[in-house]
């Protein structure tokens, strides 16, 4: 049975991965590492997740925040690699 905090990541994965879709050419722009991308999707990460909860975040919940949009990000480029060796 997944457990609350499971059941949260998922929710808070769902509304990362919303945020990188709607800024795909960013993505793009991180996957070769181009500056600024990283940290356009930490804010934008923070921002999608404060209007989620309605409250502005404490600081460790920014870094979860970021780390989870990391994993988004790293996701999308495995997801692009398999796409170009396929």
Do not use: K
């Not at 590492?33 to 930490?42: I, Q």
């Amino acid at each position: 049975m997944p457990s609350e905090q499971d059941a949260g990541d998922a929710a808070l994965d769902r509304t990362l991965a919303d945020v990188a879709d709607a800024h795909p050419e960013r993505v793009a722009g991180w996957i070769r590492n181009e500056p600024g991308h990283w940290g356009f999707f930490a804010g934008q990460a923070v921002l999608a997740v404060r209007q989620l909860i309605g409250r502005r975040l404490e600081d460790p919940e920014r870094r979860y925040v970021w780390h989870r949009m990391w994993l988004v990000l790293q996701q999308r480029r495995r997801e692009c690699e398999l796409g170009e060796l396929g």
